[in-house]
C-alpha cells in the first residue's frame, strides 16, 4: 500500500518542527480509544437487544460494523497517510470516530446505532497512523521504544474495556459507553493537535479509487462471510455470493493494481519476504488471541459442574492481569530486540502463545491456572505486537510505511474475524470440557506454526 515502486526522490524540505516529550502518550490515546470500542460493547449486547428491540443476530451487527469499517479504513486511511501527511489523516480520523460516538450515543433505533458505529470503526486506522508517525519523528532504540508503547496499548484497551463495559453497564445506561468514547476522541484529538507536529507527505498525490472500491468488496465479501456464517449458515445463498464477490474483486484488484501508476496495494512491495512473514504473523496475533477472548470468557462463564459460573464482570476481572501484561510485553520487547534478532523475539512471542495455549487446553477446570496461562498469552501477544510492527517500519521507506502498516493491521482483523467461527464451530461439535480442550489446541497449532515462519524473518534492504 505505497506510491509507485520506484517514486521520484522528493526535494529536500525544511526540517520539520520537533515533536514534544510526550507526542508518544498523545498517540497512545489516540491507540486506547480506538482499542477500547473493540470490546467495550461486549457486555452490554445483552442490554443492547432488548433496548433496541432486536434479537442476538441483529445485535452482533454492533461489532460487525465496527469491524467491516476498520478493515477498509485502515489500509484506506494509512495509504492517504503516505500522500497527504499521517498527522492529518488521523485528527481526520479521531474527528469521525468523535462524530460516530455522539451519533450511536443518540441513535435511537438499531439503524442510526450501526451507521454510528461504521463511523467509529474509522479509528481503527489511528494503531497504523500513529506508528507511522513515529517511524517519521524516531529511529533505533526510540522508534523501538515508542512502537512497544504503542502495541502495548491496543492489548491494555481492548482488555481494560472488558472491565469498564462490565462496570458502566451495572451502574448507567448503554449510552454512556459511547460518549465516554466520544470524550476519549475528543482528549485525543487535543493532545494530537497540541503535541504532534505536522511534517511534509513524501508520497504522491493521486489516489487510487478503483484499488480503493475493490479492496473495500475484498474485506467486506470475506469479512462478511467469516463473521455472519454460524447466523447465516455456511453453505447459504448469502455466504456463497459474499464469498464469490470476494473472489472476483480480489482477482481484478490484482489486475488494476499491477497497472496502476500510484496503486494503492504495491504487490511487489508485499511479496517482500519480510513483508510477508510479517503479516501472515499478523493474521495469527489476530487469531490465536481471539480464540482466547472468544473461548475463555464461555468457559469462565459456564454453570457448575462444567465451569465456575463467574458473572460478565467477574470474567472482565479474571482476564484483566493478561490484559495488563499485553502492555508490559509491548514495553518489554524493544529490550529484548536490543540484545537479539528480531526473528528471534517474534519466535519467542509465538512460543509463549503456543505454551499459553497448551497451558489453558488442560487446565480448563482451574480458575487460577486458567488466569496464569491468559498472561503467558497477553505477555506473548504484547511482544508479538511490536515486533512484528517494529519489523515493518524498519524494513519500509517513509513513503509506503503507513500503508503497509494498515495492511497488516487488517490482516490481524481478518486473523480475528476467523476467531468467532471457529471457536463456535469447536465447541458445537464437541461435548463439554473436550471441546475447550480442542479449541485451545487448535490455537496451539495455529502459534507453534507461527513460531516456524518467524524463523525466516530477516533484515528487509529497501
Known amino acids: 500500500m505505497t506510491t509507485a515502486a520506484h517514486p521520484i526522490a522528493p526535494a529536500p524540505t525544511p526540517a520539520a518542527p520537533q515533536p514534544r516529550r510526550w507526542f508518544v502518550l498523545a498517540l497512545a490515546v489516540a491507540v486506547l480509544t480506538y482499542s477500547m470500542m473493540q470490546t467495550m460493547l461486549v457486555p452490554v449486547l445483552p442490554a443492547l437487544a432488548s433496548a433496541l428491540h432486536t434479537d442476538r443476530v441483529g445485535v452482533s451487527w454492533v461489532l460487525t460494523a465496527y469491524l467491516l469499517a476498520g478493515a477498509v479504513a485502515a489500509p484506506v486511511l494509512g495509504a492517504f497517510g503516505d500522500r497527504f501527511g499521517h498527522r492529518r489523516m488521523l485528527l481526520i480520523t479521531?474527528?469521525?470516530?468523535?462524530?460516530?460516538?455522539?451519533?450511536?450515543?443518540?441513535?435511537?433505533?438499531?439503524?442510526?446505532?450501526?451507521?454510528?458505529?461504521?463511523l467509529q470503526g474509522a479509528s481503527t486506522a489511528s494503531f497504523p497512523l500513529a506508528l507511522a508517525i513515529v517511524g517519521t519523528h524516531a529511529t533505533g532504540d526510540r522508534r523501538r521504544s515508542a512502537t512497544g508503547w504503542l502495541s502495548g496499548t491496543v492489548g491494555l484497551g481492548a482488555g481494560l474495556a472488558l472491565v469498564v463495559g462490565g462496570v458502566?453497564?451495572?451502574?448507567?445506561?448503554?449510552?454512556?459507553?459511547?460518549?465516554?468514547?466520544?470524550?476519549?476522541?475528543?482528549?485525543?484529538?487535543?493532545?494530537?493537535?497540541?503535541?504532534?507536529?505536522?511534517?511534509?507527505?513524501?508520497?504522491?498525490?493521486?489516489?487510487?479509487?478503483?484499488?480503493?472500491?475493490?479492496?473495500?468488496?475484498?474485506?467486506?465479501?470475506?469479512?462478511?462471510?467469516?463473521?455472519?456464517?454460524s447466523s447465516w449458515g455456511i453453505g447459504s445463498p448469502a455466504v456463497l455470493v459474499a464469498l464469490g464477490a470476494a473472489i472476483v474483486a480480489g482477482v481484478a484488484l490484482v489486475v488494476v493494481e499491477r497497472r496502476a501508476k500510484a496503486p494503492l496495494l504495491d504487490l511487489p512491495v508485499l511479496a517482500r519476504p519480510t513483508i510477508a512473514i510479517s503479516n501472515l504473523l499478523g493474521v495469527l496475533l489476530g487469531l490465536v488471541p481471539y480464540l482466547f477472548y472468544v473461548g475463555l470468557p464461555i468457559l469462565l462463564q459456564t454453570a457448575a459442574p462444567s465451569g465456575p459460573g463467574l458473572s460478565t464482570q467477574a470474567t472482565g476481572w479474571v482476564m484483566f492481569p493478561g490484559t495488563v501484561l499485553a502492555f508490559?510485553?509491548?514495553?518489554?520487547?524493544?529490550?529484548?530486540?536490543?540484545?537479539?534478532?528480531?526473528?528471534?523475539?517474534?519466535?519467542?512471542?509465538?512460543?509463549?502463545?503456543?505454551?499459553?495455549?497448551?497451558?489453558?487446553?488442560?487446565?480448563?477446570?482451574?480458575?487460577?491456572w486458567l488466569i496464569v496461562w491468559y498472561c503467558v498469552m497477553g505477555l506473548g501477544c504484547g511482544i508479538g505486537f511490536t515486533v512484528v510492527a517494529d519489523v515493518i517500519a524498519a524494513g519500509s521507506r517513509p513513503d509506503e510505511v503507513g500503508g503497509l502498516l494498515g495492511v497488516n493491521g487488517v490482516l490481524r482483523t481478518v486473523g480475528s474475524s476467523f476467531g468467532a467461527p471457529v471457536a463456535t464451530l469447536v465447541l458445537a461439535g464437541?461435548?463439554?470440557?473436550?471441546?475447550?480442550?480442542?479449541?485451545?489446541?487448535?490455537?496451539?497449532?495455529a502459534a507453534l506454526a507461527g513460531g516456524v515462519a518467524a524463523l525466516f524473518l530477516r533484515p528487509a534492504r529497501v
Not at 181 to 197: E, H, K, Y
Open 94 to 118: 479521531m474527528g469521525v470516530f468523535v462524530v460516530g460516538s455522539v451519533v450511536s450515543a443518540l441513535a435511537p433505533g438499531l439503524g442510526l446505532l450501526l451507521i454510528g458505529r461504521v
Open 168 to 229: 458502566l453497564a451495572d451502574i448507567a445506561s448503554w449510552q454512556w459507553l459511547f460518549w465516554t468514547g466520544a470524550g476519549c476522541g475528543i482528549l485525543s484529538l487535543v493532545l494530537v493537535a497540541i503535541a504532534v507536529p505536522a511534517r511534509p507527505a513524501l508520497g504522491q498525490g493521486a489516489v487510487d479509487l478503483p484499488g480503493i472500491g475493490l479492496l473495500a468488496v475484498v474485506l467486506v465479501g470475506v469479512l462478511l462471510a467469516v463473521s455472519q456464517a
Open 328 to 368: 508490559f510485553g509491548g514495553r518489554f520487547a524493544p529490550v529484548l530486540m536490543r540484545r537479539r534478532k528480531a526473528s528471534w523475539v517474534a519466535v519467542l512471542s509465538m512460543v509463549l502463545l503456543t505454551v499459553s495455549a497448551l497451558g489453558t487446553a488442560f487446565a480448563v477446570d482451574s480458575v487460577p
Open 430 to 445: 464437541v461435548a463439554g470440557d473436550a471441546g475447550f480442550t480442542v479449541l485451545f489446541l487448535v490455537a496451539a497449532v
